[in-house]
């Protein structure tokens, strides 16, 4: 059974406009949550993260929404910028962690 | 090194025969993650090391599959007897302290190729 769920293997935005990428969980034991982005042939980079006890974080361009009752997450780029053409890939963490299976994010000029 | 280092990069072997792959975690990190990403799929867990503790092992596809960390730093992957379907890129991540809060670092990764 999937644990973490990107349930959009693709997403095209716009250059300048705002980037919504979406992650479910089903595990309630989760506590920390993160978000990873990779470009092909390199390994996946920390991106942001936020803890269960918040439901938001901020970092520049990339902001984190978490709700909890929902056991939704998303990330937000505003604006979106073409060097953000990548695979994003959301993940959560009680002891080790899980990801999702990555959504690829294209930014159209 | 400042980050995360794996080797080979590349690998290609013949169906059957034994292959290691190497994970240099940040120097420091007790945490020692193993995942492959198979092609068009997402990131696998394999298996997990965390300081002394006895490694989970619960992402291991089959009895094929075993990896070793060696003086709570280096780890080795090895399939024995690789077949076509073990064909990904297998990464390395590790990370700081136990628990929540902490971000992992990734290795480039390792191609494997079963030819």
């Known amino acids: 059974d999937q644990q973490v769920k990107q349930n959009s293997p693709s997403l095209s935005v716009q250059e300048g406009r705002i980037s919504i990428l979406n992650c479910d969980y089903t595990n309630s034991m989760f506590d920390y949550f993160l978000w990873y982005k990779k470009y092909p042939a390199e390994g996946p980079t920390f991106l942001i993260s936020i803890s269960s006890i918040k439901d938001k974080n901020e970092d520049g361009r990339f902001t984190v929404f978490l709700n909890k009752s929902a056991k939704h997450l998303s990330l937000h780029i505003v604006p979106s910028q073409p060097g953000d053409s990548a695979v994003y890939f959301c993940?959560?963490?009680?002891?080790?962690?899980?990801f999702g299976k990555g959504t690829r994010l294209h930014i159209l000029p | 090194g400042a980050g995360v280092s794996q080797s080979p990069s590349n690998k290609v072997t013949e169906k059957g025969k034994d292959v290691e792959l190497r994970c240099d975690p940040i120097?420091?990190?007790?945490?020692l993650y193993w995942y492959r990403q198979s092609l068009g799929q997402g990131l696998e867990f394999l298996i997990y090391f965390q300081g002394n503790s006895a490694p989970d092992k619960s992402g291991l596809p089959s009895d094929r599959f075993s990896a070793e960390r060696t003086g709570g730093s280096v780890s080795t992957l090895t399939i024995q007897r690789t077949q076509q379907e073990d064909s990904a890129v297998y990464l390395c991540?590790?990370?700081?302290?136990?628990?929540?809060?902490?971000?992992?670092?990734f290795g480039q990764g390792t191609r494997l190729t079963v030819v």
């Open positions: 120097s420091g990190h007790t945490a």
């Open positions: 993940a959560a963490k009680d002891d080790k962690i899980i």
């Open positions: 991540a590790s990370s700081s302290v136990q628990g929540s809060g902490t971000e992992a670092f």
